[in-house]
């Protein structure tokens, strides 16, 4: 079982930069894939960027790339994201999720079990 909680969030302005975090609890925390999604008004999550167990490999969508940063730090169960160059359009509730750790890239809502109750981030114009 892992529980996960999110912090950081809120207005910036465009252009700007913000640190999520997310702290884990859980014993198995080192063990799991950690992804950052997003839920903007009215659409989809979206999958942003994920980092696994081991912090050896990442991969992220094309919406986030060279902006936007995942770690990890298994020392103190949590995990980050850093964003920057904020667009009007990066605003949205921002969860982190936990997956078994695998051999793929993990990048569907369905494949992570454990979900945080998401931080408001908001990018004024």
């Known amino acids: 079982q892992v529980q996960l909680v999110e912090s950081g969030g809120g207005l910036v302005q465009a252009g700007g930069s913000l640190r999520l975090s997310c702290a884990a609890s859980g014993r198995t925390f080192s063990t799991y894939t950690m992804a950052w999604f997003r839920q903007a008004p009215g659409k989809a999550t979206e999958f942003l960027i994920a980092?696994?167990?081991?912090?050896?490999?990442?991969w992220y969508a094309d919406s986030v790339k060279d902006r936007f940063t995942i770690s990890r730090d298994n020392a103190k169960n949590s995990v980050y994201l850093q964003m920057t160059s904020l667009k009007p359009e990066d605003t949205a509730v921002y969860y982190c999720?936990?997956?078994?750790?695998?051999?793929?890239?993990?990048?569907?809502?369905?494949?992570?079990?454990?979900w945080g109750q998401g931080t408001q981030v908001t990018v004024s114009s």
């Open positions: 980092i696994r167990w081991s912090g050896e490999d990442t």
């Open positions: 999720a936990a997956a078994p750790s695998g051999s793929s890239r993990y990048t569907r809502p369905y494949e992570y079990n454990y």
